[in-house]
């Protein structure tokens, strides 16, 4: 069993940054990968950035150049340095891990709002 947290989404105004944490208990040892997606209302969950246990990392095309993932594998935390923030990536955003074995946990979210 893993459980993650999320943390640090808010309200920021157009061209301003965030940086998100999703902190990890339970079985992190067995963390293969670890990434942020987010939901707007009204659309689909999709893929923010992914990190794997040996610090490759993905992207969505709609954040690439702006947002940067990392983890802290002393702190079993993973952050979303988010920077340049526009309105469209107003949404919930969700941590999710991947176990070696393919069992995948979520977060609760946390709601990011940028304003125009």
């Known amino acids: 069993q893993v459980q993650l947290v999320e943390s640090g989404g808010g309200l920021v105004q157009a061209g301003g940054s965030l940086r998100l944490s999703c902190a990890a208990s339970g079985s992190t040892f067995r963390l293969n990968k670890l990434g942020w997606y987010r939901q707007a209302p009204g659309k689909q969950r999709e893929l923010v950035a992914t990190?794997?246990?040996?610090?490759?990392?993905n992207y969505a095309d709609s954040v690439k150049g702006r947002f940067s993932i990392s983890r802290d594998n002393a702190k079993n935390t993973v952050y979303l340095q988010m920077n340049s923030l526009k309105p469209e990536d107003t949404a919930v955003y969700y941590c999710?891990?991947?176990?070696?074995?393919?069992?995948?946990?979520w977060g609760q979210g946390t709601q990011v709002t940028v304003s125009s």
């Open positions: 990190i794997t246990s040996d610090d490759s990392t």
């Open positions: 999710r891990g991947v176990l070696t074995s393919g069992t995948n946990y």
